[in-house]
């Protein structure tokens, strides 16, 4: 959680959620991870300037996702792909 209130949740079979209050109010993101397809997630980390990512275990490996704006969008930054 960054200190102006930008925050996740990684659940270990569950969606991702994002805080932008503080933790007074929670919201699902499960296009960025879900339990239907994903093993859950490792890592997630926000900062001040509405800036996040997270490490999550997907069925074929694992991908690191970024938000620009405190969890509305986010994109894959990269994937990592079982052996």
Do not use: Q
Not at 63 to 76: A, E, F, K, N, Y
């Amino acid at each position: 959680m960054s200190d102006d209130g930008f925050g996740m949740i990684v659940e270990d079979r569950g969606p991702l959620y994002v805080t932008t209050d503080g933790g007074s109010h929670w919201t699902a993101r499960p296009r960025v991870a879900s339990p239907a397809n994903d093993g859950g997630g490792l890592s997630a980390v926000a900062l001040r300037s509405g800036v996040g990512f997270v490490l999550v275990r997907g069925a074929a490996g694992w991908r690191l996702s970024s938000t620009p704006d405190r969890g509305r969008t986010w994109r894959i930054v990269h994937r990592w792909r079982y052996s």
